[in-house]
């Protein structure tokens, strides 16, 4: 049902409202909204079906340039986003677009989230999120007991309960796609998430806009870890990652023999095991951190920007497997570090929410498609960086 | 396919059938069923969708003066009944009615079961309930072995293989929505439940009706609670609960410091930790208890009837936590107390079902919609009282 | 979308396939198809509706003789195979065919595989089978760590990626339902199965040809074992199990107490504990054993063959159980036998595939509907034991 309101107010369509009863599919177009934009732009819904698939609805933004695939059935995550001949995205061993049914979170160990693990784009969280394994929690009697938290907690495999398209009919016609997903559980968190996908028409960026807000009456822990997972083209042997940061510390020893090298990566390697690195993002005077990934030739990146205020930890996932394992690397900005959440909590880094209390999170992407604007990018973060030299570690700090 | 049989015979219509490969929606109205008959009622099947009720069929019951929703999607539960001013039933921190797919019983430390509970009525069971936590079984090889129970057992997360409605075409035409859910797997339990919900034309009384048959060869344990939940109008600062009681016995040192106001329930709290009382109720001449809920004007109420020759033990759960996180009071009869069935069983209170063997339970439920019948109840229960002063305990038992 | 390519390439038709997003029903006939065959042959999907079984898809084929029941929704597992007064399959007290998002693995301690477990030929496998119970892998930062194996794996509870039925024009023939089920994830097994089930017209036999491939860049364990279950009308009361072995070991001392009959079947006994052989298969000079579960009169049976090149080993799982319980025997090729994994590999009986590589797997099973084919199948197994003596254990080896 398309809102037929004047042309200052912006175009609005609900596809999921579950308090009515709505899961529609959608083709919203520039023809029937923008009239006077000549961008061919669209936003789709699509059903997927078959095998782990089935059930699992897409939505895909095309805002002209960029071709955004969110997934509202895998708690908001983002699939891939294409532009020419630039794709964020990665080749996982994990083929389809699971649907939450068929992933059993406590599976092998914990780590049944692995199963489902494809996106470009996949929240981890909300009321945790790293590492498997026991933590304590308050129990319905009041009393302290203990569970098995599952690998990078819950968020990805929770379906939207509300998803709406809003396009703003002025100029430059900014499409935005709001979500709402429900962490709440009688005797546990009651933890909302607002997200907003949104991208100017022709535009070679996109920005999530999240709100975390604690619907409970009481004070509640939460964590969210913004896995952005990326394959080739941009990531290749040669390839480079630049953030301001005021400190790297590698995880663990495998990293740490690597720790000079942090920033570059080497193609595929059947049998290379993963090297973290966890990072203290540097804010420029605007208050946000710049980071990039581009390719070897330098001519094609990813710039991914936000505020240290916001997500003050960066984790660099580096994972140049052999390509049939999963060639990515994920580029991290946190609340706190991807390790079991009885560390975070002990290094001060699992935040609290006082009841109804909320708080936002902003990531701004762009898709670089030049040698000069690889540059310029460059330049940016090493302005931000200029205030100081990082501190790298030589060895894994414990605790980190 | 309506049964189209002379006006002697009931109307029967089937609706879900796992062997005949049906699940029907319908829309059942007294204009084309009981042509006679001047109220205006309906059985109406409602297909939910979007976010985790995607895939849920409700069965709504209007008999021209309550409306109840029943799932059969969840164990033939019952998600709210409404009568003017009145709803049995409660705001739970879980917005949507969960599709079983989505609730993973392990999770939380056992504790998955809560992520879908939200229901005014909801079976706990059927190979167990209780608390989650170890508890031991037969194994394929004869052998004891042991395995984790999980918060409340099974039962409300599993759909029903037939679910059918037969509505009487003589006054004061009983209308009734049967259902069989199985709880039934190799080398474990082959239980059956088999529901009625009944409710006559106009009334504001409503019935279920259960049989648990065990089909399997050898004797079987079972269990059963039926967790009747309210929260607001019947919920209020100053409510009462009213029940003949032989004995009263806090579950716990929280529940015992208040086992001296254990029948009056305060207003929403933030921090309340639930109080649990364990009861085994007195019975009438007439083999029935009779309890009731009533608000703080006592003009508003719900009564519940059973047998404790069918249902022996009680359970009064009082939660009245603050309304976001679940302002709510369950009235809980059942084959024991909501403890893990390992102790459970050492108090002799796991019943056992002889190969083919089937044990009935029945409850009635009324909806008070005045201070006349508020008052009634309360004598009715004060008769039944009257037999002997309840033992109230100052301290847990231990054990039960 | 029928192919509708000339006479001499076989009939094509896509039911499934995620990378194209289909997942179709089909109704495919000798009318249409194989225009000179007077055999009235189908292929026909059913989408099962209602409890457990709501989205499951059947694939039935009916060759004019046989009529094949395929379970692409359950790991292409077969849940009946039926010819005249013979059905290869067995009562489960699991009624329906359950989908796999009603089961959860880890339930009932590992043991939730049984609650879906009702097919006359479930694989088990990939990355294990056998008992459920610790054992070692290797996790993202290339540790040792442990995980809790579930019984018989994952693949009977995975969705077909893609289905094909393929029909030879030429006599006799063949239908071929040709699927593919994907076990794969980040950090864990990349295995893929292509499994061929097929059948000529008019036959009493069928065949299924698997191939598992290691599509990881590192060597990786597997584990395969085809659960093969009858029950009525084959086994009854005095129905014998005919196979060549080199060697029939009782896994524990209950099997051991009736390793002298472990041939002979006895009618259904309430209370009866399973028994377990564990078998080496002889082949014969083709490279082939021939086993074959007949009935008392030995005028019905079921003939199933295959290399134990492929195969090695061979269990026999008797469970003449009350029929309520299920009376069901199970014959099992297999890579190995049904321990836990930890104690399989242990005895050598994990294989690996090397990065890339495939194994494949035949079985070809018939129909024997008269005294003289049973006789026939009888005496050629004979010849194939006429070889060597078998070495009959009495007692448990330790290690098997």
Not at 87 to 112: A, C, N, Y
Not at 174 to 188: K, L, N, S, Y
Not at 233 to 245: E, K, N
């Amino acid at each position: 049902m398309p809102n037929s309101a004047g042309p200052a107010e912006p175009f609005r369509q609900t596809l999921i409202n579950t308090e009515r009863n709505i899961n529609a599919s959608a083709e919203i177009t520039g023809r029937s909204v923008t009239l006077d934009c000549p961008t061919d732009w669209s936003v789709r819904t699509i059903a997927l079906r078959g095998g782990k698939q089935e059930g699992v609805d897409l939505v895909v933004i095309d805002n002209g340039r960029l071709r955004i695939s969110l997934i509202p059935t895998r708690g908001m995550g983002i699939f891939e986003v294409v532009m020419g001949d630039v794709r964020l995205g990665w080749d996982s061993p994990v083929r389809e677009i699971v649907h939450p049914s068929f992933v059993t979170l406590q599976s092998r160990g914990g780590l049944g989230w692995l199963e489902g693990f494809n996106e470009f784009i996949v929240r981890c969280g909300m009321e945790s999120c790293g590492a498997p394994g026991v933590d304590t929690f308050i129990n319905n009697n009041g009393d302290e007991a203990t569970m098995e938290l599952t690998l990078h907690g819950k968020v990805a495999n929770l379906p939207a309960q509300e998803l709406e398209v809003i396009v703003e009919r002025q100029p430059p016609h900014r499409i935005r796609v709001r979500g709402r997903v429900d962490e709440r559980t009688m005797f546990g968190p009651k933890l909302e998430l607002w997200t907003e996908l949104s991208t100017e028409i022709g535009s070679n960026a996109f920005r999530i806009c999240d709100v975390i807000t604690n619907r409970g009456a009481g004070e509640q822990e939460f964590q969210m870890l913004y896995h952005c997972n990326v394959g080739r083209p941009l990531l290749q042997a040669g390839s480079t990652f630049l953030a301001p940061v005021e400190r790297v510390t590698p995880i663990n020893e495998t990293a740490a023999k690597s720790v000079g090298r942090y920033a570059q990566f080497s193609g595929p390697q059947a049998g290379f095991v993963e090297q973290v690195y966890c990072m203290r993002p540097l804010a420029g005077e605007d208050g946000r951190t710049l980071t990039m990934l581009c390719n070897a030739h330098r001519d094609r990146g990813m710039s991914l920007s936000f505020r240290p205020s916001e997500l003050p930890y960066l984790t660099l996932w580096k994972n140049t497997a052999a390509e049939a394992d999963g060639y990515v690397t994920g580029i991290e900005p946190a609340t706190g570090f991807p390790q079991n959440r009885a560390l975070e909590r002990k290094a001060g880094r699992v935040p609290r929410l006082a009841a109804g209390a909320s708080r936002s999170m902003a990531l701004d992407f762009a898709v670089l498609a030049s040698a000069d604007e690889v540059r310029r990018c460059a330049d940016a973060i090493a302005r931000v960086q200029s205030q100081r030299a990082p501190v790298v570690d030589e060895k894994p700090a414990k605790p980190l």
